[in-house]
Nanobody, 124 residues
């Protein structure tokens, strides 16, 4: 069983930056493909970015491409999301997710493990 805990969300002004962390415990971190999602109340969950087991393959949603960067540190069992040039429309609860599915695809929403989420609020 894998447990995921996010941190780093806070209130920031438009144009600012944040770094979110997703710390994993249990299981084997190096076998996990992982992703960041975000959700605003009343709207569907949106995939923000994903990263493969090796870290060599990454995916970004169109709305964050060029502004956000996903990465992972296997030694620390932690995944990160660097958020730069934040916009008010980036305001959401950001959650991390992980899967051991060998047939994982970069754009999948099918993950076995989810964190509780961290709130990011961007003021204009």
């Amino acid at each position: 069983q894998v447990q995921l805990v996010e941190s780093g969300g806070e209130l920031v002004q438009a144009g600012g930056s944040l770094r979110l962390s997703c710390a994993a415990s249990g299981g084997s971190f190096s076998t996990l493909a992982m992703a960041w999602f975000r959700q605003v109340p009343g709207k569907d969950r949106e995939i923000v970015a994903s990263i493969s087991w090796s870290g060599l393959n990454t995916y970004y949603g169109d709305s964050v491409k060029g502004r956000f960067t996903i990465s992972r540190d296997d030694a620390k069992k932690t995944m990160y999301l660097q958020l730069d040039n934040l916009k008010p429309e980036d305001t959401a609860v950001y959650s991390c997710a992980a899967t051991t599915n060998y047939y994982w695809k970069e754009t999948t929403y099918d993950y076995e493990y989810w964190g509780q989420g961290t709130q990011v609020t961007v003021s204009s």
